[in-house]
T-cell receptor
Framework: DTGVSQDPRHKITKRGQNVTFRCDPISEHNRLYWYRQTLGQGPEFLTYFQNEAQLEKSRLLSDRFSAERPKGSFSTLEIQRTEQGDSAMYLC?????????????FGAGTRLSVL | AQSVTQLDSQVPVFEEAPVELRCNYSSSVSVYLFWYVQYPNQGLQLLLKYLSGSTLVESINGFEAEFNKSQTSFHLRKPSVHISDTAEYFCAVSHNQAGTALIFGKGTTLSVSS
């Protein structure tokens, strides 16, 4: 069990470009979450998958944001037409479908800088 | 709706001193409570959790937290801190079922000096 893996660790992009991040959850974890963390703030929930189904989306997830988990394993988060306000740490977490009562395990995050 | 308030944004202490990081929450439903720790340039690591049962929960590295339902608090304590405890600490709350969002406080920076 290698933990939650996120790629890339850092992304620098120009305003208006599209970016995509990947998250590989802990194997056999059915539940996957995306959060965003800005400087000086705690993480804020973006969206949640159970297997391949996206069951919840935050109001923070504007139309420019889209997340997928096509086979119920890894997930991608895409931001279209990036804005400077999108600069943040994007965190992925996973949790099992059994037992563990919403204990979420986090990856190291992808830090996005929009110039 | 749920919310979390971490009352101190920064807590500076000397090594071997006791520390308390305060956390209050609000919720209209039964909750799970968590403390996560974040070291520089790293993700969040689960420090300890309250799910049910005993209101006093402990971590393997000497931290403890007590769930106080009447005061809606979940303060984190350690009787003697080490330099290596320097990090950002986040309190979080969720509805008491799997598959729900964690609601985080803004975090408390614990700085331990010698």
């Amino acid at each position: 069990d290698t933990g939650v893996s996120q790629d890339p660790r850092h992304k620098i992009t120009k305003r208006g470009q599209n970016v995509t991040f990947r998250c590989d959850p802990i194997s056999e974890h059915n539940r996957l979450y995306w959060y965003r963390q800005t400087l000086g703030q705690g993480p804020e929930f973006l969206t949640y998958f159970q297997n391949e189904a996206q069951l919840e989306k935050s109001r923070l997830l504007s139309d420019r944001f889209s997340a997928e988990r096509p086979k119920g394993s890894f997930s991608t988060l895409e931001i279209q037409r990036t804005e400077q306000g999108d600069s943040a740490m994007y965190l992925c977490a996973s949790s099992p479908d059994w037992g563990a009562k919403n204990i979420q395990y986090f990856g190291a995050g992808t830090r996005l800088s929009v110039l | 709706a749920q919310s979390v308030t971490q009352l101190d944004s920064q807590v500076p202490v000397f090594e071997e001193a006791p520390v308390e990081l305060r956390c209050n929450y609000s919720s209209s439903v039964s909750v799970y409570l968590f403390w996560y720790v974040q070291y520089p340039n790293q993700g969040l690591q689960l420090l300890l959790k309250y799910l049910s049962g005993s209101t006093l929960v402990e971590s393997i590295n000497g931290f403890e937290a007590e769930f106080n339902k009447s005061q809606t608090s979940f303060h984190l304590r350690k009787p003697s801190v080490h330099i290596s405890d320097t990090a950002e600490y986040f309190c979080a709350v969720s509805h008491n079922q799997a598959g729900t969002a964690l609601i985080f406080g803004k975090g408390t920076t614990l700085s331990v000096s010698s």
